[in-house]
């Protein structure tokens, strides 16, 4: 009977693959922490890691450190995902710090990270190396307000009487990743943006911006009456968490006139 059971769940195993999140809990996260704001990661590493005392960079740096260095960011995803894996296999196989694609003065207090050499299988560093790319933007979405159509969002606007917010933006714009993963999941930031707005997400080189407004760039904000026909303000260029929280108050003060 037990052996029925290992072959019946190894079979399963082979059917779904195996799973980099299953992975990362075996091999990695003894050391690697999962998401903790990048706020506070700064706060800490400003402390020299007295405040968390963490034991190696997060999954979340992880993510983007290779997201934003490993490969080529503008090329298409599979080709970067192959990129990303073949630095994984090799910083695991021979963990160098002159390799480190996390900023140095986020990680220069912890130790060397040991060598994992022959512990993986080429499956699990590939299943693994997966789930390390997509994390970081996996976590942008699951702590950010959400965001919606323009068609649904002229409808929540009218309803709810909110004012609607076109985020232009690149996947590849790093002010835009900076203000996605410093401002954007700051709590204060999504309660303003919860209570006020609707969200649209426009990725400017896909699609066009309602009204004939035109891209000024990225990243670039354009606010619109609950009406869903008159412009409010359109603005460019990357905000911290109070000019942000600054800039959505005007607008709420110019959309009451
Ligand atoms: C015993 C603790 C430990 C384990 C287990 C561990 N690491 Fe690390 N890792 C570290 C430390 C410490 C650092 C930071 C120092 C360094 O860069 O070598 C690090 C750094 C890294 C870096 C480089 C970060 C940068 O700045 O570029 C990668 C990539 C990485 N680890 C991946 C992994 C993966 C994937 C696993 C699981 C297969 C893993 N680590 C398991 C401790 C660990």
Redesign the pocket.
Known sequence: MKKLFWFILAGCSFLFGVEGKE??DA??????SYYIPLNELKKNAQSNNTLLKL???TLN??SF??RL?IGDIKADEESQRLEVEA??EN??AA???K??????E??KF?????S?KD??NED??EA??NF?FSYGEAMIAEHSAPFVSFEKAKELAKQEDKIIMIRGILPYCKWCIKMDREVMVEKEVVEALLKDFVIVKTDVALEKLPLGMKSLGTPSFYFINKDGETVIAQIQGYRDKQEFLELLNTVKQNAKQ
């Open positions: 992975v990362f091999k990695c996260a003894s050391c690697h034991k190696a960079p740096q992880l450190g290779v260095n630095f994984i910083y695991i963990p160098d710090k390799k480190n694609v996390v900023p140095p986020m990680t912890f130790p060397a990270m040991p994992m512990l993986l699990e560093i693994l190396s390390i």
